[in-house]
């Protein structure tokens, strides 16, 4: 009986301890850490959430007529509807996941609106040393006791590999994950060692070879981002949430004129993959891999998905088409 009073005490002061923790300290710890925690309370009530990472905003010094965010443009066509958006720079599925999970089952919010990067699925993003950043933040995504998440935390129990440990990952993919091509581009090294406008130090080339890296791989069941949007809809299925997939535009012009149609034809495989996978389990997947043109895409020195004001519009008037029938 001493001991079952023990326990029930032990019990009772963590409780105690949680709750002071959450009161006076949490704020400021997970501001600093993991803000998207504190975001989803704010927001949790609202009729859509549109999810996605640095590609809802308009560029940095570059004027523009309308320099609002992708989720605003779709806004723009419920004007009835409550509308706010999460947007995490680098973020991806991984992310997406544990906070989608975080709303709680009571929430108002039923329908996410989830960005879809391709370049996400390849090895260079899944290995990126912005990673330990991100799942240092999950650790908080979740629905345990803030002070065990802060406890988890000073244990880093969390994926925190060193920048050349993920390094050493990435050149390994690309050295040996095989490609659906004949050498000399069956690997995505052997691919950015055929020669292609003049050497490395063209900026032609080295754009060449970026396509070829960040777009260079064959989406499969095993991707670990294909794991997080199967885990996704789970959640949907799960609370009865509507989610729309939004698979955003990349620049296939340049890709073609760079590289060539081998890899833009790669592209657009593994597009055809994941909207075939997602609208056979239910899910609405809007389809914008192709829809912009080279102008639109406002870094010129990197595959990014980042966009001028008339790339967005188009993009959130594709979304906005798959959520009338959801919100007529």
């Known amino acids: 009986m001493l001991v079952i009073k023990k326990i029930a005490l032990l019990g009772l002061v963590l409780i105690a301890l949680n709750f002071i923790y959450k009161q006076f300290a949490f704020?400021?710890?997970?501001?600093?850490?993991?803000?998207?925690?504190?975001?989803?309370?704010?927001?949790?009530?609202?009729?859509?959430?549109?999810?996605?990472?640095?590609?809802?905003?308009?560029?940095?010094?570059?004027?523009?007529n309308d320099p609002r965010k992708i989720s605003q443009f779709v806004s723009d066509h419920f004007p009835s509807l409550r509308f706010e958006a999460i947007n995490k720079p680098a973020s991806h599925a991984g992310v997406y996941r544990h906070l989608l999970a975080l709303f709680p089952e009571e929430s108002e919010a039923k329908t996410f609106v989830i960005a879809i990067n391709l370049r996400s699925f390849g090895p260079s993003w899944i290995n990126s040393e912005l990673e330990t950043a991100l799942n240092q933040s999950n650790v908080f995504?979740?629905?345990?006791?803030?002070?065990?998440?802060?406890?988890?935390?000073?244990?880093?129990?969390?994926?925190?590999?060193?920048?050349?440990?993920?390094?050493?990952?990435?050149?390994?993919?690309?050295?040996?994950?095989?490609?659906?091509?004949?050498?000399?581009?069956?690997?995505?090294?052997?691919?950015?060692?055929?020669?292609?406008?003049?050497?490395?130090?063209?900026?032609?080339?080295?754009?060449a070879d970026q396509f070829i890296k960040q777009f260079g791989f064959v989406i499969d069941a095993e991707n670990?981002?294909?794991?997080?949007?199967?885990?996704?809809?789970?959640?949907?299925?799960?609370?009865?949430?509507?989610?729309?997939?939004?698979?955003?535009?990349?620049?296939?012009?340049?890709?073609?004129?760079?590289?060539g149609r081998d890899l833009t034809h790669l592209m657009r495989q593994n597009t055809a993959w994941l909207v075939d996978r997602y609208t056979s389990k239910g899910f609405r997947l809007v389809?914008?891999?192709?829809?912009?043109?080279?102008?639109?895409?406002?870094?010129?020195?990197?595959?990014?998905?980042?966009?001028?004001?008339?790339?967005?519009?188009?993009?959130?008037?594709?979304?906005?088409?798959?959520?009338?029938?959801?919100?007529?």
Request: with cysteine; glycine share 2%; net charge negative.
């Open 224 to 259: 670990p981002r294909v794991k997080d949007f199967d885990a996704m809809c789970e959640v949907g299925r799960a609370r009865n949430i509507s989610i729309v997939f939004n698979l955003l535009a990349e620049n296939i012009e340049t890709a073609d004129s760079l590289v």
């Open 141 to 207: 995504y979740n629905q345990r006791p803030v002070l065990l998440n802060r406890f988890l935390l000073s244990l880093n129990s969390y994926d925190n590999a060193s920048a050349e440990e993920r390094s050493a990952t990435i050149q390994h993919h690309w050295s040996v994950d095989e490609l659906p091509f004949p050498a000399p581009k069956n690997t995505v090294n052997n691919w950015c060692a055929v020669e292609k406008w003049g050497d490395w130090r063209n900026p032609k080339r080295q754009l």
């Open 27 to 64: 704020t400021a710890f997970v501001e600093q850490y993991a803000d998207q925690y504190l975001q989803v309370d704010k927001i949790k009530d609202c009729d859509v959430i549109y999810v996605s990472a640095s590609s809802n905003f308009p560029p940095e010094n570059i004027p523009e």
């Open 287 to 328: 389809d914008n891999l192709d829809v912009l043109r080279e102008r639109n895409f406002t870094d010129k020195d990197f595959p990014t998905e980042h966009y001028d004001e008339e790339g967005r519009k188009i993009i959130a008037k594709n979304v906005a088409e798959a959520l009338k029938e959801l919100h007529p």
